[in-house]
């Protein structure tokens, strides 16, 4: 049942979880466990665009081949090719609308940050890069999901993605899913956005509650529902309940499935600040 004193009884244990002395099974991982803020303010929301910005919704995601009529609008959506065949062409043309019609960010596989990065240079910051971490699967060990957010930070990246690790929230083992995201955020540094893809349709109601209240005591700067590989997308009662957790502090990011403007609306409407679709232009003009 989705309630408010489920989600603070759930929100409570979660945290004294977090500070009980019982170490976790994965505690020799090298992940600092200090509690640092991110020192950033991730909501965002720019003057009058249409029923986008009526709405609520800070940026929308489009995929390539993309280009919104209205410059207003193009300034909120995340230019994304995550697709594991994507080629250099491929990447080049992203970048190249993404210039071209003042995309707020272009999101690609680590592999092609630096090339991302220095093609999106002459912009002056306006077009940022960004990549993922523990993509798609969120498995990986703390070690490596931090090593890869340092690193696409240091070839360029200004926003990060992470997976979070599902069977290790699902195990219960919550100390280690704070500090795998806390590895990530420390990982990034100041000034970096750093938001936490929760795979929402592989966990329930109190699994995405205890999951929000992880990556906030964690520093995130948005949660996220999906990947877009996962068993299925976002939904208004995923939104909802996370932003009821991180309050308005956090970013929350819809991603998976909006396929209208009609789905948008009830998304920014449930308390999403941003959207990821593919259907951006559809969205656009029906909006």
């Known amino acids: 049942m989705r309630n408010e004193e489920l989600l603070e009884k759930i929100t409570r244990e979660v945290l004294r979880r977090l500070e ?38 800070a940026r929308v995601s489009s995929t390539i081949g993309a280009a919104p009529r209205d410059v207003s609008v193009a300034a909120l959506i995340d230019h994304t090719l995550l697709k594991p065949d994507a080629t250099v062409d491929h990447i080049s043309k992203l970048c190249e609308e993404a210039i071209q019609h003042g995309f707020a960010a272009v999101c690609v596989q680590p592999w092609y940050v630096r090339l991302v990065a220095e093609k999106l240079d002459r912009t002056g910051g306006k077009v940022k890069a960004c990549s993922v971490a523990g993509f798609p699967h969120g498995a990986n060990r703390s070690d490596t999901k931090a090593f890869e957010a340092k690193r696409a930070v240091g070839d360029g990246a200004r926003e990060v993605d992470m997976v979070i690790n599902v069977g290790a ?3 219960g083992d919550y100390r280690y899913v704070e500090g795998d995201i806390r590895g990530v955020v420390e990982a990034c540094g100041r000034g970096i956005v750093t938001k936490v893809i929760l795979e929402t349709g592989y966990l329930n109601d109190e699994e995405i509650i205890k999951a929000c209240a992880l990556a906030k005591a964690a520093g995130a700067s948005f949660v996220k ?47 999403a600040t941003r959207i990821g679709t593919s259907a951006s232009i559809k969205i656009i003009g029906s909006a």
């Open 225 to 271: 529902t999906s990947t877009g590989f996962g068993p299925r997308g976002a939904s208004v009662e995923d939104i909802k309940l996370m932003r009821k957790v991180v309050g308005e502090e956090m970013g929350v990011k819809a991603a998976g499935g909006i396929r209208t403007a009609e789905d948008m609306r009830k998304m920014v409407e449930a308390g």
């Open 169 to 171: 929230l699902r195990s």
């Open 20 to 57: 009980a002395v019982e170490p976790s099974f994965h505690e020799t991982d090298e992940v600092c466990y200090r509690c640092i803020g991110c020192g950033q303010c991730v909501t965002r929301r720019p003057g009058a665009v249409a029923a986008l910005l009526d709405a609520g919704a």
